[in-house]
């Protein structure tokens, strides 16, 4: 089985139900490997993916569903904190995973049979969108010494070009976390969170440009969400996100969002469909010299 992780586990610690997935198809696991690579087809297939699932979680309004599994996380968490913190957390998981079948069948579904996408604006096409990810790739954010704010400003400036809401937040100094807003039509209803990380060690980054392209061309269709849809880009992912997911869902900020779903970053699938969904834990370890990384494991299904 292959391994992986993602900040979803500062998300569950919440009750939330929250999932790593990637788009990418026909794509080789070559994570953090000096030869990973992604092709540029896969990368603006897995766009239109995007388009899809988005379309799909911001049109989804079984509110007493969403309330109720979270309720019951929660309160499932407070009763067992061994699942959540001990070597039985794999339980857990399992048990999250059984009661999220409607959300993991709407990913897989919509990920295997994407709608095409249809957009006259020169911004979304396969061109503009390429040299916008390329412009992205080439901002150094590798760590030990991610350029955090070259990355943010290229991340505003993509937010303002889309009419999205945005903040910059920097719980720890030199480590800004941002965050934009697509205001839903009924703010009532649980929010839907994109999430993906801007330090790399290095990888491709790709996920969090593929979520603001699919947004470029729903709005160019004229779609707009019923539920709130919001991303983040976080820091600090590849050495444990202390200083970032952490953050993030202790803040009275994460409070305000009523996130109800998270999707984060995943696994690519080597074969013609996707198939892989992670349920994928970062702990934080120390080496020799007092540097940290993470270790992962992750359920694939």
Not at 16 to 31: C, E, R
Not at 63 to 80: C, F, P, Q, T, Y
Not at 97 to 102: A, D, P, V
Not at 160 to 182: G, R
Request: proline share 6%.
């Amino acid at each position: 089985m292959p391994t992986g992780s993602t900040d979803a586990y500062f998300f569950r610690q919440q009750g939330l139900p929250a999932i790593g997935f990637s788009p990418m198809k026909n794509t080789p696991i070559l994570a953090h490997d000096h030869n990973e690579y992604l092709n540029q087809a896969e990368y603006l297939k897995g766009v239109d993916v995007y388009i899809s699932i988005i379309k799909a979680c911001a049109s989804y309004t079984t509110k007493a569903e969403a309330e109720a599994l979270k309720d019951e996380l929660k309160m499932r968490m407070v009763k067992n904190p061994e699942l959540v913190y001990g070597k039985d957390f794999q339980l857990l998981a399992l048990f999250c995973l059984s009661r999220l079948q409607f959300l993991l069948e709407l990913v897989i579904s919509v990920a295997n049979n994407p709608s095409p996408s249809s957009s006259s604006s020169s911004s979304s096409s396969s061109a503009s969108i390429i040299s916008r990810f390329q412009e992205y790739l080439r901002i150094n954010t590798a760590q030990p010494n991610p350029n955090y704010y070259e990355a943010a400003d290229f991340i505003l400036s993509q937010a303002k070009a889309l009419s999205l809401e945005s903040q910059t937040i920097e719980f720890v100094k030199n480590k800004p976390l941002i965050l934009l807003k697509w205001p839903g039509k009924d703010p009532s209803l649980p929010s839907v969170l994109l999430n993906s990380h801007t330090d790399v060690v290095p990888d491709t980054k790709c996920v969090g440009l593929q979520h603001l392209e699919a947004i470029r061309k729903l709005k160019d269709s004229g779609f707009e969400p019923i539920r709130t849809m919001y991303v983040s880009f976080v820091p600090d992912k590849e050495i444990g996100g202390s200083d970032g997911a952490r953050m993030l869902v202790n803040s009275d900020v994460f409070e305000q969002m009523n996130v109800g779903f998270v999707l984060d970053e995943g696994l690519p699938s080597p074969g013609g469909e996707v198939s892989c969904i992670s349920w994928g834990e970062v702990s934080v370890v120390l080496g020799d010299q007092g540097t940290r990384g993470t270790r992962a494991w992750s359920k694939v299904v």
